[in-house]
T-cell receptor, first 114, second 117 residues
Framework: AQKVTQAQTEISVVEKEDVTLDCVYE???????LFWYKQPPSGELVFLIR??????QNEISGRYSWNFQKSTSSFNFTITASQVVDSAVYFC???????????FGKGTRLSVIA | DTGVSQNPRHKITKRGQNVTFRCDPI?????LYWYRQTLGQGPEFLTY????????KSRLLSDRFSAERPKGSFSTLEIQRTEQGDSAMYLC???????????????FGSGTRLTVV
């Protein structure tokens, strides 16, 4: 069975602090895809990153970075120098083989306070 | 790439009425997915299509729910005899699956928020 666990339900930080959102996944497939999405108060799911299980390189995009570790089945997301506009619910998701629908975690609500 | 479009954005209906939502995926995507999201939860899979074929339906999709993708382009999701428990955000997504575990994209629309009163 596939499962995504986001243990942090809510996180609150002060603007300019760094924050890491944790994601732990379970799958028996050797090929799988991991995703992060941002859901602002308006409700749409905004795509942030997709990572294939064969690509373990960490990725940085501006203030965002992702740490993929197969050994611990984790795909953590770090926001550096957080801003108020980063306030949203963040979801981690998994599709084993890419050929099945996404399985989502329950999300982490991030509040960045000015 | 105009993104995934969903209509309407909001729908309020009385219990027992039928409702229909529409999703227009990204044109080059061959897969289209429907998810449901209730307050405080992550999206849950309902059903998906590859072109016009409906490949899988979740057990969440009761017999009051039906989805179509008649020409492999847009899709509709209909709920008959709505119940208050159907109140949720209904999200559509599209992707391109090239076979052999190769996946591209996976873009969501803005969703249709259904309120059953």
């Amino acid at each position: 069975a596939q499962k995504v666990t986001q243990a942090q339900t809510e996180i609150s930080v002060v603007e300019k602090e760094d924050v890491t959102l944790d994601c732990v996944y379970e799958t028996r497939d050797t090929t799988y895809y991991l995703f992060w999405y941002k859901q602002p108060p308006s409700g749409e799911l905004v795509f942030l990153i997709r990572r294939n299980s064969f690509d373990e390189q960490n990725e940085i995009s501006g203030r965002y970075s992702w740490n993929f570790q197969k050994s611990t089945s984790s795909f953590n997301f770090t926001i550096t120098a957080s801003q108020v506009v980063d306030s949203a619910v963040y979801f981690c998701a998994l599709t084993p083989s890419g050929n099945t629908p996404l399985v989502f975690g329950k999300g982490t609500r991030l509040s960045v306070i000015a | 790439d105009t993104g995934v479009s969903q209509n309407p954005r909001h729908k309020i209906t009385k219990r027992g009425q039928n409702v229909t939502f529409r999703c227009d995926p990204i044109s080059e995507h061959n897969r289209l997915y429907w998810y449901r999201q209730t307050l405080g939860q992550g999206p849950e899979f309902l059903t998906y299509f590859q072109n016009e074929a409906q490949l899988e339906k979740s057990r969440l999709l009761s017999d009051r729910f039906s989805a179509e993708r008649p020409k492999g382009s847009f899709s509709t999701l209909e709920i008959q005899r709505t119940e208050q428990g159907d109140s949720a955000m209904y999200l559509c997504a599209s992707s391109f699956y090239a076979g052999d575990r190769v996946l591209r994209g996976y873009t969501f629309g803005s969703g249709t928020r259904l309120t059953v009163v």
